[in-house]
T-cell receptor
Framework: EDQVTQSPEALRLQEGESSSLNCSYTVSGLRGLFWYRQDPGKGPEFLFTLYSAGEEKEKERLKATLTKKESFLHITAPKPEDSATYLCAVVDQTGANNLFFGTGTRLTVIP | KAGVTQTPRYLIKTRGQQVTLSCSPISGHRSVSWYQQTPGQGLQFLFEYFSETQRNKGNFPGRFSGRQFSNSRSEMNVSTLELGDSALYLC??????????????FGPGTRLTVL
């Protein structure tokens, strides 16, 4: 069965203090790894898709990377508006085609 | 382009009742998936519909069901509600089912409270 583990569960950063969130996965053939951002009371907002080891994607202060066992979401010089829960999800090659989510990292950026 | 819309946004029901939630996908998206989100279990896949046919189903009891209409809009139904069904129900749409995976875009969710 697919497993997705995100760490840490919660992270508090000072504004401008860069850090990384981790998503480690065990899947039977990775078809894609997805990062979402979720604000309280709202649906997840799509950030990135990564398909193969070595791939990197960037968007503003966020950069996602992928290896054969894990993905990192690097946050450079975060601002308070980056505070949210960041979710990692995978799709495997079984054909089920649905997203299998980790439990998320709750990020708080303090001004 | 309008995003995924879900109605109602909030719902309060009592145990034993049934409920129907509605989802309109992004224009041009033909696949709709439903997820349940709770603090304890996180986001869990319920089912996915494409071309009015259920394509995948998660590990939920038969009380949870859904359907999709010819315009790609979808509904999910929960019968005989239990306290544990209280959750945020999220709908997500994508362009197609099968083939190279394409990203899912989520709606704002329906917050269901069962008393």
């Amino acid at each position: 069965e697919d497993q997705v583990t995100q760490s840490p569960e919660a992270l508090r950063l000072q504004e401008g203090e860069s850090s990384s969130l981790n998503c480690s996965y065990t899947v039977s053939g990775l078809r894609g790894l997805f990062w979402y951002r979720q604000d309280p009371g709202k649906g997840p907002e799509f950030l990135f898709t990564l398909y193969s080891a070595g791939e990197e994607k960037e968007k503003e202060r966020l950069k996602a990377t992928l290896t054969k066992k894990e993905s990192f979401l690097h946050i450079t010089a975060p601002k308070p508006e980056d505070s949210a829960t960041y979710l990692c999800a995978v799709v495997d090659q079984t054909g089920a085609n649905n997203l299998f989510f980790g439990t998320g990292t709750r990020l708080t950026v303090i001004p | 382009k309008a995003g995924v819309t879900q109605t109602p946004r909030y719902l309060i029901k009592t145990r034993g009742q049934q409920v129907t939630l509605s989802c309109s996908p992004i224009s041009g998206h033909r696949s709709v998936s439903w997820y349940q989100q709770t603090p304890g279990q996180g986001l869990q896949f319920l089912f996915e519909y494409f071309s009015e046919t259920q394509r995948n189903k998660g590990n939920f009891p038969g009380r949870f069901s859904g359907r999709q209409f010819s315009n790609s809009r979808s509904e999910m139904n929960v019968s005989t509600l239990e306290l544990g069904d209280s959750a945020l129900y999220l709908c997500a749409s994508r362009k197609r089912w099968g083939g190279t995976y394409n990203e899912q875009f989520f709606g704002p969710g329906t917050r269901l409270t069962v008393l």
